[in-house]
C-alpha cells in the first residue's frame, strides 16, 4: 500500500514559512493573508474562523427563508451581499460549497419575489378599492343637504372613516404616492365640507336657541311677576304658557332651567287656588252633611200619594237646600245636586200624568172618541151580520176587520 492512500483528505488551507495563508479552490491555492506573529495552527484557526463566519450567515438565511417570515425581496438582496462576501473571501473553508448555497437560495428567492410581487401587487389594488370607497363614503355624506343632517349620527361616521382611513394607512401596503394623495385630498375635502356645514348649521342653531331663550327668559320674568295677583293670575299664566309651548327649543341645559323657573312661578299660582279650595272644603264639611240630611228626608216625597202634599215637602226642603248656599269641592255638590233632581223629576212625572188624566178637555175629548167608537162598532156589527146572512164572504172579511180595530182603539182609551 502506498503512502498516499492512507493520506487524510487534502486540507482547504496551508501556511508558508513566512506566514502566509492560502486557501484551495478547486486546484488552485488563492493566498488570503499573513499572520506572521503566531504558529501555523493560530495561522490557519483565524482564517477558519472567518469562513465560519460567513456558513452563520448562508446558514441564517436559510432558515429565515424556511420560517417563512421575511421578505423574499429582502432576504434574496441579503444574499447577494452575502456571495459577494464569499466571493474572494479572504477566510479558508469550503467557499465554492457555500457560493453554491447561496446561489441555489437566490434561485429560490427569485421565484419566491415573483409570487411576492404579484401578492403585492394584488394587495395594493385591494387597498386601493378599500381607500376609495371611504373616500365615496365620505363624499356621499358632504353631499347631503345639511338642514336634514343629524349631526351627532354624521359627526360619529365620518369619525369612524378617518379611523378606517388611519388604520389602512398604518397596517395597509403602500398606495403609489400620486394615487394616495389624490384620494386623501379627495376624503380631506369632503372633511372640510361636513365640517363647514356643521360650523354653520350649530351657529344658526346657537342664534335660533339665544332668541327663544330670550323669548322664554321674558315669559319667565312675566309669569313670576304674577305671583302677587295669587289664584286670580292664573287666566293669565296659562296665556303665557301657551305662548311657552309655541316658543319652540331653546337647547336642553336652558330649557330645563327656564321651564323649571316658568313651572315654579306657576306652582305658586295654584298653589294659592289650591289653599283656597281647601279652606272652603273645609268650610263645606258641615254643609255637605246638612244636605244628606235633607237628601234623607226628601226620600219621603216619594212615598206621599198626596201630589200637592208632595210638592209641599219639597218645596220646603229646596228652600232649606238653597238657603245652605254653595259648596266645595264643586264635584260634591253636582253629586248631591244629581240626587236631589231626580227626586224632583220623579215628582213632576207623577204631576203630569195626574195632569193629563183629570184634565177636562182631555176627558172631553177622550168621551166623544169613545161615543164615535161605540157607534161605529154597532154598524159594523150590522153590517157584518148582514154580509154573513147574504153569504158575501169578502163583505163580511173587511167587516170583521174593521170592527177589531174599533174594538182594539176602544179598549185603549179605557172604555
Known amino acids: 500500500m502506498t503512502e498516499s492512500a492512507h493520506a487524510p483528505a487534502e486540507?482547504?488551507?496551508?501556511?508558508?514559512?513566512?506566514?502566509?495563508v492560502s486557501v484551495r479552490e478547486g486546484v488552485e491555492w488563492r493566498v488570503v493573508g499573513q499572520y506572521p506573529d503566531g504558529t501555523r495552527e493560530e495561522a490557519l484557526a483565524y482564517f477558519e474562523r472567518k469562513y465560519a463566519d460567513l456558513a452563520s450567515e448562508v446558514a441564517l438565511l436559510e432558515v429565515r427563508?424556511?420560517?417563512?417570515?421575511?421578505?423574499?425581496?429582502?432576504?434574496?438582496?441579503?444574499?447577494?451581499?452575502?456571495?459577494?462576501k464569499i466571493?474572494?473571501?479572504?477566510?479558508?473553508?469550503d467557499l465554492a460549497s457555500l457560493l453554491a448555497r447561496v446561489e441555489a437560495l437566490t434561485d429560490e428567492l427569485s421565484a419566491a419575489t415573483a409570487s411576492e410581487a404579484a401578492a403585492q401587487r394584488e394587495a395594493v389594488d385591494e387597498a386601493l378599492r378599500a381607500r376609495t370607497v371611504l373616500v365615496e363614503k365620505a363624499e356621499a355624506l358632504a353631499a347631503r343637504d345639511p338642514r336634514s343632517i343629524q349631526w351627532k349620527q354624521v359627526s360619529a361616521e365620518i369619525a369612524e372613516l378617518f379611523d378606517q382611513w388611519q388604520s389602512q394607512q398604518q397596517h395597509g401596503p403602500r398606495?403609489?404616492?400620486?394615487?394616495?394623495?389624490?384620494?386623501?385630498?379627495?376624503f380631506r375635502d369632503a372633511r372640510a365640507t361636513l365640517d363647514k356645514h356643521r360650523r354653520e348649521f350649530y351657529s344658526q342653531l346657537d342664534e335660533a336657541h339665544k332668541s327663544v331663550r330670550d323669548q322664554k327668559s321674558r315669559l319667565v320674568e312675566r309669569a313670576e311677576?304674577?305671583?302677587s295677583r295669587g289664584e286670580d293670575g292664573i287666566a293669565a299664566y296659562r296665556e303665557l304658557l301657551d305662548q311657552w309651548k309655541t316658543a319652540g327649543r331653546a337647547g336642553k341645559k336652558a330649557d330645563d332651567a327656564l321651564w323649571a323657573r316658568f313651572k315654579a312661578a306657576g306652582d305658586v299660582l295654584y298653589g294659592a287656588r289650591g289653599e283656597r279650595e281647601a279652606a272652603e272644603a273645609e268650610a263645606s264639611r258641615e254643609k255637605i252633611e246638612q244636605r244628606r240630611e235633607l237628601l234623607a228626608e226628601a226620600k219621603a216625597v216619594q212615598d206621599e200619594r198626596d201630589l200637592a202634599k208632595a210638592r209641599s215637602l219639597l218645596t220646603g226642603i229646596q228652600r232649606r237646600w238653597d238657603d245652605l248656599g254653595r259648596i266645595f269641592p264643586r264635584d260634591v255638590e253636582r253629586s248631591l245636586d244629581d240626587e236631589l233632581r231626580k227626586i224632583e223629576q220623579a215628582l213632576?212625572?207623577?204631576e203630569d200624568a195626574d195632569w193629563?188624566?183629570?184634565?177636562?178637555?182631555?176627558?172631553?175629548?177622550?168621551?166623544?172618541?169613545?161615543?164615535?167608537l161605540t157607534?161605529?162598532?154597532e154598524k159594523l156589527e150590522a153590517e157584518l151580520a148582514a154580509a154573513e146572512k147574504a153569504g158575501d164572504k169578502k163583505a163580511a172579511a173587511q167587516a170583521a176587520e174593521a170592527l177589531d180595530a174599533r174594538r182594539a182603539w176602544l179598549k185603549a182609551l179605557g172604555a
Not at 175 to 186: D, I, N, V, Y
Open 356 to 372: 193629563k188624566s183629570n184634565n177636562p178637555e182631555t176627558k172631553a175629548r177622550a168621551n166623544d172618541m169613545t161615543r164615535q
Open 11 to 20: 486540507p482547504w488551507g496551508r501556511v508558508d514559512d513566512d506566514g502566509t
Open 348 to 350: 213632576r212625572a207623577r
Open 175 to 186: 398606495l403609489p404616492k400620486s394615487t394616495a394623495q389624490q384620494l386623501w385630498k379627495r
Open 225 to 227: 311677576a304674577l305671583a
Open 375 to 377: 157607534d161605529a162598532i
Open 87 to 93: 466571493d474572494g473571501a479572504a477566510a479558508v473553508g
Open 65 to 84: 427563508h424556511r420560517g417563512g417570515g421575511a421578505s423574499a425581496s429582502d432576504l434574496r438582496a441579503a444574499a447577494r451581499l452575502v456571495h459577494d
